[in-house]
């Protein structure tokens, strides 16, 4: 089966073609423009490719859901042009018959785990990235989990440690996860790029509280079977036992589940760098079962 790919992102657009078992045969990267013009870009190359359905895993806030008046779009995005830009309409406009799954991001790349990798054959998973931003998406018994709108669980917010006067990089909320603990704030905070950080560096341990933290919360509310844990901030291999440290810490045995303290609850994506693309090929399979 030939599936079409789209992966979303705010500074780049990287499209492709694979199957369903998440093989990637083709990709394709371009700067993110216009709405109109990257949205063109994908077209013209779904036009040379020919694919059965599209995956779409998109920055966002968008609007996921089908029955919505502005189903497809890209909503209040601060990204210059992109906010209220109907993003689906264009695919459908060129492909009026085509399959098209519709998702954040993080939604996309959760279920790529689901399907293709580290959270394979669970009903329950969570997958964050720590990068430029913090998002969050969640698979909850078996389905993608929207409800209002998507969660934003990179945004909820969190106790500051003692020891840390930082204010926080949020616009929204100060030291909310994102504000804490996402790559800008780290370099904000310590006043050196991230990559550059010396792994005996102070910034390690207080990272590693603040994604503890926020992973208490999500068991807490969500009780994943796995947590995913991928962006450029978690490059630092050497983060993950100190995360499972805190977020332990912060349960406080309150949870008896021996998963908890296994070195596999805690994990890097099995697809890697991979997560996003392959997460928009496994948007484009779910919709193309439900349209069978
Ligand atoms: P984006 O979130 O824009 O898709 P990334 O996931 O690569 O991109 O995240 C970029 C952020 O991650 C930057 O703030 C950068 O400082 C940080 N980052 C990238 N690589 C590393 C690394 N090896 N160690 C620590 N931080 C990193
Ligand atoms: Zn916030």
Partial sequence: MKLGAIEGGGTKFVVGVGNEHGEVFDRVSFPTTSPEETMQKCIDYFKEHEVEAIGFGCFGPIDPDRNSKTYGYVTTTPKPGWAQSNVVGALTDAFPDMPIGFD??????????????????????????????IGGGAYVEGHLLHGLLHPEMGHMKLIVR??????????????????????????????????????????????????????????????????????????????????????????????????????????WPELGDNAGLCGSLALALQAKKECE
Avoid at 111 to 132: D, P, R
Avoid at 181 to 190: C, D, S
Avoid at 202 to 207: G, I, K, S, V, Y
């Fill in 104 to 133: 954040t991001d993080v939604n996309g790349a959760c279920l790529g785990e689901v399907y293709f990798g580290a959270a394979k054959g669970l009903k329950n998973a969570v997958y964050f990235t720590i990068g430029t931003g």
């Fill in 162 to 267: 003692e020891d840390d006067s930082y204010k926080g990089k949020c616009p929204y909320h100060g030291t909310c996860f994102e504000g804490l603990a996402a790559g800008p704030a780290i370099e904000e905070r310590w006043g050196q790029s991230a990559k550059e950080l010396p792994l005996d560096h102070p910034a390690w341990d207080l990272e590693a509280y603040y994604i503890g933290q926020a992973l208490a919360n999500i068991v807490l509310t969500l009780s994943p079977q796995k947590i995913i844990l991928g962006g450029g901030v978690m490059h630092q291999s050497h983060l993950f036992p100190m995360i499972s440290k805190y977020m332990n810490q912060f349960l406080n045995g309150y949870i008896q589940k021996d998963e908890l303290q296994a070195e596999d609850y805690i994990v």
